[in-house]
């Protein structure tokens, strides 16, 4: 049997319905598999558990629309630190006439 190498990684999470955000901590056990591949393995609160991006559910909404902050980035910001990009300005008017360009050459 091979020594595990157990890493804690801190994951942020963001639910893009309420803009609720927390952290949850998970344990990943690393694993020689013999054959020079790696074997991984996660637990949260002492259970095994499933990669810390997938099945995701917000604990306020229920909402399934979760971002995840990889555990590289996740080094405890404060939360003024993550902060939201302005919505990029609307192009409407350029895409009208390019739209309207298109049509008249029988392209869309």
Not at 27 to 39: C, N, R, S, T
Request: hydrophobic share 40%; aromatic share 10%; proline share 7%.
């Amino acid at each position: 049997m091979r020594e595990p190498v157990i890493a804690i990684e801190v994951w942020r999470y963001e639910c893009l319905c309420c803009l609720h955000e927390w952290e949850e901590t998970f344990e990943v056990w690393h694993v020689a598999d013999g054959h020079g591949g790696d074997a991984v393995g996660y637990r949260h609160d002492g259970q095994s558990s499933t990669s810390p991006w997938t099945g995701l559910m917000c604990p306020a909404c229920h909402a399934c629309s979760i971002k995840t902050f990889p555990a590289a980035s996740a080094k405890r910001f404060p939360a003024a630190s993550v902060t939201r990009q302005p919505a990029p300005p609307s192009q409407r008017a350029d895409n009208l006439a390019l739209l309207r360009l298109l049509r008249r050459l029988h392209a869309y």
